[in-house]
């Protein structure tokens, strides 16, 4: 056993119903260092009737446990208690989350204490959210109140590129609501799910309202189909959150999805080219890539095009790619094997189409294991191209240019996403402007940039819905609204 798998209590079993349960059958799962290529941890795959008995679980915990009747307060410290337990095991996190999706073990240490805030923010939300509203009704006399109830049973499907973060955005909001969750937890890295389901039970979270299990695609169909969960969240790819829309469609189930990105930087004539390449550089090498907000389109006027690839390029040139356990190194691999072939498909692709490859486009040369690409930079990129088009997942950036500021902001819209972009510029209010007319969820000026304390989601095919902050609760509730006559309930002022 690998010490970072003895981190793992119970790998071979399933938190179902407050309990560690023994799995329907003996499947399991390898999980892949990403820097050594070795098994790290093996877990217990769900299969058929394991699905069953968690969303079993979960609906009898919300129709017959005392979880919705909580007061939000109630419910807001649990999750508290979630985040200090968090905390105190960040460094078993700091060593799963890189193993898994290649991500540098310092980033990773650097951004827990935020991620793990979130849930502080979330329970902040119960003194502050307005859960029940008086209002005056609309015709004749008497009471009106408008309530926010949980939506039920919320089957929660997570990414493997951050799981801990996305889990931290579905389950928070989700109890803060009064839901039950069954958490589908990502095949390739479900190290944190486990984690946070040992925090449960130490917690005495009550039996059902957070249920874990690790699963592949065909049981986690399960999770979408079964009439029994109200609501899904899934974070993903825009081919997989089709899917999961169309079989919602046919039952009418709720559903939050957060989708893929091909975000645009648009960069002006005043911007300062520089600082701007330092920026997208950096940023693109955080997660080796591996992140749906990423701004892979830089959008340049065709005057300054050179000088931007040029600046991209010595930025990308002298990224040290290595093991993200090392501290000098500044981008580590990629999350598995069948990612890294993606990525160079891509690559073989942009070269094919006509693209100009200034960097990069390989596998580092003095890496002989791990899953590994070197920063890649494509110049004079037709925004048609497959490069441009679609979502490569990878640390692949596309400059191209444009004729104007018009003709920029019309190619930054020519995608079917809508999940980030970036506008850069000397001239604040010319940024905004830009900002307006640009098609994305999300828009930064001179930065990348994401704010899931305030909302996070996209426009188009980036999804459905927002996650984080206030916005990012709303999903989780149903509204009803209470009319009555004369006599009011206690507490009530009749208007």
């Not at 540098?104 to 859960?131: H, K, W």
């Not at 479900?190 to 040992?198: K, S």
């Not at 899917?243 to 300062?272: F, N, Q, W």
């Amino acid at each position: 056993m690998t010490a970072t798998a003895a981190l793992v209590r119970h790998s071979g079993k399933f938190f179902i119903g407050g309990e560690w349960v023994e799995p329907s059958s003996d499947a399991s799962i390898d999980v892949v260092d990403s820097d050594t290529e070795t098994v790290f941890l093996t877990v217990a795959e769900a299969q058929a009737a394991d699905m069953d008995r968690a969303i079993s679980a979960a609906r009898t915990a919300f129709d017959e446990g005392p979880w919705p009747r909580f007061s939000p307060d109630r419910r807001a410290e649990y999750l508290r208690g979630f985040a200090q337990a968090l905390r105190d095991r960040a460094g078993d996190l700091a060593e799963i989350w890189p193993r898994q999706s290649g991500i540098l073990q310092s980033v990773a240490t650097a951004y827990l204490p935020s991620e793990i805030g979130n849930l502080d923010s979330y329970a902040d939300l119960a003194g502050t959210f307005p859960f029940e509203e008086q209002h005056r009704p609309s015709a004749g006399s008497g009471f009106a109140l408008l309530r926010r109830e949980p939506v039920g049973v919320v089957g929660a499907i997570l990414p493997w590129n951050g799981p801990l973060s996305q889990m931290i955005h579905k389950i928070g909001p989700a109890l803060l609501a009064g839901c039950t969750v069954v958490v589908k937890a990502p095949p390739e890295a479900p190290g944190e799910t486990y984690l946070i389901a040992e925090i449960a039970e130490e917690l005495q979270l009550p039996p059902g309202v957070l249920n874990i299990v690790t699963a592949d695609r065909e049981v986690s169909e399960r999770l979408v189909r079964d009439p029994r969960v109200d609501k899904i969240s899934f974070t993903g790819s825009t081919a997989v959150g089709r899917r999961i829309a169309t079989v919602l469609g046919e039952r009418i189930g709720r559903y939050t999805l957060e989708l893929g990105g091909k975000s645009a930087a648009v960069i002006l004539e005043d911007a300062d080219i520089e600082a701007a390449a330092s920026n997208l550089a950096a940023a693109q090498c955080l997660q080796t890539g591996q992140v749906c907000a990423s701004l892979t389109r830089v959008i340049v006027p065709r005057r300054l095009h050179d000088a931007v690839a040029e600046a991209l390029a010595a930025n990308f040139s002298a990224v040290r790619v290595g093991s993200p356990f090392d501290p000098e190194s500044q981008m580590g691999p990629l999350g598995m094997s069948r990612q890294r072939d993606s990525v160079e498909r891509y690559i073989a692709k942009g070269v094919a189409e006509g693209a100009r490859l200034v960097t990069g486009g390989g596998r580092p040369r003095h890496l002989d294991r791990g899953f590994y690409i070197e920063p890649t930079l494509f110049a004079q990129v037709d925004n048609s191209h497959t490069i441009a088009q679609e979502e490569i997942f990878g640390p692949v950036l596309s400059v191209i240019p444009a004729d104007d500021e018009a003709d920029a902001v019309r190619i930054a819209n020519d995608t079917i996403y809508g999940l980030n972009a970036a506008v850069f510029t000397q001239d604040v209010d010319r940024a905004q402007a830009v900002a307006c007319q640009l098609r994305s969820g999300t828009v930064g000026v001179n930065a990348f940039k994401a704010d899931f304390g305030i909302a996070f989601g996209g426009f188009k095919q980036s999804g459905v819905g927002r996650e984080g902050g206030r916005e990012g609760l709303l999903p989780y509730l149903e509204v009803k609204t209470i009319l009555g006559g004369d006599q009011a309930p206690t507490g009530y002022s009749l208007i």
